[in-house]
């Protein structure tokens, strides 16, 4: 971490910067000298942090989110292209085959999103020398095209830290460095147009693969004719798109005045230094510490622009990583950057997934189809993660359980092969039904009492606090009963009966509320559910693990 009194072009301060202004944490220096010469440009800052109201309540009028005109909650294009829940390790050797195993590990990701399980799995991977095989299918080809663009970084670049800050940047910054864009156009983008060369006179919808072999590494990628082409776009900034042009078109998303309520309703719940620190990310749209110079990053991402901000306004990067990971992460004395932290904890990840990739044999595979159209030329996996596509918006159970349970390894290779199923949904719909039938209510008296117990400051009557209220009754579901109403509607036995699946009992991958609050009012818990309540997500997330019955 350098000092930040490094924006003066003529003597920038070198140095490391040991001390943290002690009003915000944010902002780390050298000294006090550089402290004192930097205040005339971090003064705004350092003096808003406490400040800051939401528009509502220096308006005096009732916020969107309340009004008779209330829209739906997301804006933006409905494009998932960072992750929204947690990265998790799928593999947990340790609980499952043993850390002696040494058969082939093979994986499927059938609507992966982002390759985020991908990276922390293989990272976690120490005792096992490979050989892994690993497909990851999405139907969007934002997403394919991404995750391989990634993978090629890191296999291609030989620097870890190198290719760790520009995975890092491609994936999450809205700009990225001319020395990043000119790795994308000079080193990949000729490896992409080969192949387009080759196959241009073939029909535009067959299917053709390519694979990339590096060291013990390859990387197949299939896609249509006419998808590899468009392959090429993402690795060209679109045609007079500049910085502040690209900046406007992301700002119109992330900034919309419509959505300004919305937005200030977050920022209430998160700590003075958390709210600055999001409203920066917002603004700018590049994932650095807070301090430090974005001067560098003048070009568009040509993996998210094409001339449209692709991502909905409520996506943020702090959403799809483990929280205390990250948030214990340690950066030095700027201890309230949590994107700060972020950014030096994916660094440090992705410099560990480099070295894993050169460590053992791994072959990945990249399609693009609709996950129900998968061709897998009979192949079995130890692990299918599907995400939440057994949602009800999406397959549903039924439907998720005979797709994908036949592709699981059979109990006599692998008695350990697991099923991976995310519910994002099943806590709301199942609330939302009781409101719309006969069902009796979750007693809302109840559920403020736990808040209070959790959250006593918020007895104290403030602009804010009965908002805060309800968005906090969102952490004190009654979980357990509601899921279990949710699997007796979907009937998930039957579903399994179908499919030849069972419920675990016992989870080995993933516990099955990961972010549930405890029941047990510590004050380690009162911590955890004010930081469950700043970010992006609930504790209504429950995951289901399915093996085969015999």
């Keep these: 971490m350098l000092c930040a009194n490094n924006q003066d072009a003529a003597m920038p301060c070198k140095s490391p910067g040991s001390l943290a202004c002690k009003k915000c944490l944010l902002v780390p220096y050298c000294s006090k000298r550089c402290q004192v010469a930097h205040w005339p440009i971090h003064r705004e800052d350092c003096k808003s942090i406490n400040n800051w109201q939401p528009s509502w309540v220096e308006e005096n009028r009732v916020p969107a989110f309340m009004g008779s005109s209330h829209t739906h909650e997301s804006y933006g294009p409905n494009k998932y292209l960072w992750g929204n829940v947690p990265a998790i390790d799928v593999i947990q050797l340790k609980d499952n085959e043993g850390v002696d195993f040494k058969n082939p590990l093979n994986l499927l990701f059938p609507a992966s999103g982002d390759m985020r399980n991908v990276i922390l799995s293989l990272v976690n991977l120490h005792s096992h020398n490979g050989p892994l095989g690993i497909v990851l299918n999405d139907k969007e080809m934002d997403i394919v095209a991404r995750n391989a663009i990634f993978l090629l970084t890191f296999l291609v670049e030989d620097d870890p830290v190198i290719a760790a800050e520009y995975v890092l940047h491609i994936w999450y910054s809205a700009l990225i460095t001319e020395r990043c864009q000119s790795f994308l156009q000079n080193r990949l983008r000729p490896i992409v147009k080969n192949v387009c060369d080759k196959i241009i006179?073939?029909?535009?919808?067959?299917?053709?693969?390519?694979?990339?072999?590096?060291?013990?590494?390859?990387?197949?990628?299939?896609?249509?004719?006419?998808?590899?082409?468009?392959?090429?776009?993402?690795?060209?900034?679109?045609?007079?798109?500049?910085?502040?042009?690209?900046?406007?078109?992301?700002?119109?998303?992330?900034?919309?005045?419509?959505?300004?309520?919305?937005?200030?309703?977050?920022?209430?719940?998160?700590?003075?230094?958390?709210?600055?620190?999001?409203?920066?990310?917002?603004?700018?749209?590049?994932?650095?510490?807070?301090?430090?110079?974005?001067?560098?990053?003048?070009?568009?991402?040509?993996?998210?622009?094409?001339?449209?901000w692709p991502i909905m306004d409520s996506l943020d990067p702090t959403s799809g990583w483990p929280l205390k990971s990250f948030l214990e992460f340690n950066i030095g004395p700027t201890k309230s950057d949590i994107y700060g932290k972020l950014y030096h904890y994916l660094r440090q990840l992705f410099v560990e997934f480099h070295h894993r990739l050169r460590a053992f044999p791994v072959r990945f595979e990249l399609l693009q189809v609709d996950a129900r159209s998968l061709q897998l030329d009979e192949k079995k996996?130890?692990?299918?993660?599907?995400?939440?596509?057994?949602?009800?918006?999406?397959?549903?159970?039924?439907?998720?359980?005979?797709?994908?349970?036949?592709?699981?390894?059979?109990?006599?290779?692998?008695?350990?092969?697991?099923l991976i199923t995310l519910f994002l949904n099943a806590v709301p719909e199942m609330i939302m039904i009781k409101e719309k039938t006969m069902f009796p209510p979750d007693n809302m008296t109840e559920q403020m009492d736990k808040v209070f117990r959790y959250m006593p400051e918020l007895l104290q009557p403030t602009t804010t606090s009965m908002i805060k209220i309800m968005m906090a009754m969102n952490l004190v579901q009654d979980m357990e009963g509601n899921f279990n109403m949710y699997t007796m509607i979907y009937a998930f036995n039957s579903a399994a009966l179908r499919s030849g699946l069972r419920m675990k009992d016992t989870h080995t991958i993933i516990e099955r509320w990961p972010m549930r609050i405890s029941q047990e009012l510590t004050e380690q818990a009162k911590e955890y559910f004010a930081l469950l309540l700043s970010s992006d997500h609930n504790g209504q997330e429950r995951y289901v693990e399915w093996s085969r019955a015999v």
């Design 201 to 308: 006179h073939k029909p535009a919808s067959s299917l053709l693969a390519k694979t990339w072999s590096f060291g013990n590494a390859s990387l197949r990628l299939v896609l249509s004719r006419d998808k590899w082409f468009s392959f090429l776009s993402y690795f060209d900034v679109p045609e007079g798109l500049t910085k502040d042009t690209a900046q406007r078109v992301r700002q119109a998303v992330m900034l919309a005045p419509e959505r300004v309520d919305y937005v200030h309703r977050a920022m209430d719940l998160k700590t003075p230094a958390q709210r600055l620190g999001m409203f920066k990310f917002r603004v700018d749209g590049i994932l650095l510490p807070f301090s430090h110079s974005r001067e560098e990053f003048t070009v568009p991402n040509p993996t998210l622009f094409h001339f449209t």
């Design 381 to 418: 996996f130890d692990r299918i993660d599907v995400s939440n596509i057994a949602d009800v918006c999406f397959l549903g159970i039924d439907e998720t359980l005979k797709t994908f349970g036949p592709l699981l390894q059979p109990t006599n290779i692998n008695r350990h092969a697991t």
